[in-house]
């Protein structure tokens, strides 16, 4: 059974702008994190935000959580059209500690 | 420092063969994990390793898959027989559990199809 839920779905922006991708999730969790999977490949790590922190930056990526609204978003300023893959946010859960991914959004980058 | 390495890489093979997949977690990492990822869709855990001990199959097809992970290292996952409905992509990941999780990194997954 997936935790999380991203929104939305699929996103489709120019290159240039920026994208903001959302999770929500169910259960209480020890920290959250955030992949890219380009089309046919593996899934790569993007960053990891603990329960206890509210944002985290790396590059062009920044990420917040909001525990009270079980909540993450995944901004991605300045896109590019290399940014065109589909992202998950995976849930580490307190109750089990297993580590639960959504469905995705799907992002595209037009050049 | 090498990364996750699963083998093969493609898989192709008739419905109720067995089939097998090995995964090498990067080295020091306690924890493994095995994922199925249908085409579109996000991974879905299958079986969670902490050591040598399988501490969440709740998501593992029993009847036909089975697990392990030798020593703490090294895993196989099997499914016998196969079905069609098995098709997809197996993805192994591990991490390092102490007080608390790091990041999880994965491989790059074996695409099994079964015709």
């Known amino acids: 059974s997936q935790q999380g839920e991203e929104d939305p779905q699929a996103l489709s922006i120019q290159e240039g702008e920026n994208a903001t991708m959302n999770c929500s999730y169910k259960t209480s969790i020890n920290n959250l994190q955030w992949y890219r999977q380009n089309s046919g490949r593996g899934l790569v790590h993007l960053i990891l935000?603990?329960?206890?922190?509210r944002e985290k930056h790396s590059g062009r990526l920044r990420v917040t959580l909001d525990t009270s609204k079980k909540s993450s978003s995944l901004l991605i300023t300045a896109s590019r059209a290399a940014d065109t893959a589909s992202y998950f946010c995976a849930t580490d859960s307190q109750r089990n500690n297993d580590m639960r991914f959504g469905a995705g959004t799907r992002l595209t980058v037009k050049p | 420092e090498a990364g996750v390495v699963q083998s093969p890489r493609y898989k192709i093979i008739e419905k109720k063969q067995p089939v097998a997949f090995w995964c090498n977690p990067i080295?020091?990492?306690?924890?493994l994990y095995w994922y199925r990822q249908n085409l579109g869709q996000g991974p879905e855990l299958l079986i969670r390793?902490?050591?040598?001990?399988?501490?969440?199959d709740s998501q593992l097809p029993k009847d036909r898959f089975s697990a392990e992970r030798l020593k703490g290292v090294d895993s196989t996952l099997k499914i016998q027989p196969a079905e069609l409905g098995d098709s997809a992509v197996y993805l192994c990941?591990?991490?390092?559990?102490?007080?608390?999780?790091?990041?999880?990194?994965f491989g790059q997954g074996t695409r099994l199809t079964v015709v």
């Open positions: 390793y902490e050591n040598e001990e399988a501490v969440d």
């Open positions: 935000i603990r329960s206890n922190e």
């Open positions: 080295s020091g990492h306690n924890t």
């Open positions: 990941a591990s991490s390092l559990t102490g007080r608390a999780r790091t990041e999880a990194f």
